[in-house]
């Protein structure tokens, strides 16, 4: 599990460089975008095998960027990144066909939802 | 003759006991059936009715107060769940980047402080923003006995707009004022009220960052008792389900970062420590806008003694 291009989308600038450095300890490619919008425009620009977003952001939320990833074909791979979720929301992230990463997280953790999500 | 002074004074003791609610004394009866007695009866009875309708209003008041206690009681502790919730979010950031960052460094034995020194740093400003989040909830939680004086009005607002000055002018916004030419001094503690303003012209600047000729304007108005601090931008304004929520903790507009959530509230605080009041005023279409109010020195000086 290498070279795989990877799309951050947290608009918390120290975890989106914490899921950066994640994705460098990983031997990914990973691009980092601030809001949901942007994450859901670079969407459309690359080809992505992994997206990783957080729940809450400005613009649009994790559950858009994962319902929007759903609609690609190829899909990438979706974790939703959130330190509290509702279960109703937690519920939407699953039909999103996504996972859940909670907050606070190591990267051992972290290592393994990705891993479990690419499979 | 003496006798019937006697019997009006005992009336007048009685009614008088009444007037003062002290219901020590009753007038004495004959019980012979005269015009007298029946005075004396009618005034006793009406003291006895008087003193347990008293008695009956003093048991409800307290009711009401315990009822009223347990109210406020119930408010705070659901103030306090939402405050908890803000500060476990907040603080939940920071804490991923720590525990994640400490973790890879461990997982990669190898490498050198210079190879990490990158992590590290990031690991230093999670640091920081902890101790950030921690000096505002140490800032919200403080009830303070602000010491106020006769303060000058504008004294508050600009020096706030003075330590301000630069932000505003890099950002190309507008300060305008709204001043008659002569203003009652307030009763304040200028350090404090002044971190008001702060608090209202950076939220004021941070809505203004995609806004057309930004403009913030601080007008200000005397009234019998009071000044109004009126600040007002021309942003998109805030939306919410009830204005009053605006000024609780946690409650912000903010992407993650950007904000804590406390300025507001910890303004309201200020302002209520100073017998003042702030308002969020919705005005559709036109940006947001604060009433701030703060009694003059001359009437906080006259309730006070």
Known sequence: MSGECVLVVEDDELVGSLLLRICKWLEFDAVLTADGSAGIAALGTDDFQLVITDLKMPGASGIEVARHAQTLDPAPAVIVVTGFSTPEEDDEIARAGAALLRKPFDARTARSVIEAALQ | ?305
């Open chain 2, 1 to 305: 003759m003496t006798d019937n002074v006697d019997r009006l004074e005992a009336l007048m003791a009685t009614l008088l006991g009444v007037a003062n609610a002290s219901f020590d004394t009753r007038a004495p009866r004959t019980y012979e059936g005269d015009e007298w007695d029946v005075l004396a009866f009618l005034v006793n009875s009406t003291a006895d009715e008087v003193q347990n309708l008293l008695q009956d209003l003093e048991t409800e008041r307290e009711e009401l107060k315990t009822a009223q206690d347990r109210l406020v009681q119930s408010e705070r502790l659901a103030a306090l769940g939402r405050l908890s919730a803000g500060v476990a979010h907040e603080i939940n950031q920071p804490l991923t980047v720590i525990t994640g960052l400490t973790d890879l460094i461990r997982l990669e034995p190898d490498k050198t402080i210079a190879d990490v020194e990158e992590d590290l740093a990031l690991i230093a400003e999670a640091c920081r923003q902890l101790c950030v989040i921690a000096d505002s909830i140490r800032s919200y939680g403080r009830t303070s006995q602000v010491a106020t004086s006769a303060t000058p009005a504008l004294a508050a607002p600009e020096g706030a707009a003075q330590l301000l000055a630069t932000v505003l002018q890099d950002r190309g916004i507008a300060l305008t004022w709204d001043v008659p030419s002569s203003l009652p001094d307030i009763e304040a503690n200028v350090d404090e009220l002044r971190q008001v303003f702060i608090n209202l012209l950076s939220n004021a600047s941070d809505a203004l960052a995609t806004v057309k000729d930004p403009t913030i304007t601080v007008s200000i108005t005397a009234t019998a008792g009071e000044l109004v601090y009126r600040v007002r931008d021309n942003g998109p304004g805030v939306e919410l389900e009830s204005p009053s929520s605006i000024f609780e903790p946690f409650v912000t507009t903010k992407s993650a970062g950007e904000g804590t959530g406390l300025g507001l509230s910890i303004a309201q605080r200020i302002v209520v420590d100073h017998h003042g009041s702030i308002e969020y005023i919705s005005l559709p279409d036109q940006g947001a806008c604060f009433d701030v109010r703060i009694p003059r020195a001359d009437c906080a000086r006259e309730r006070t003694g």
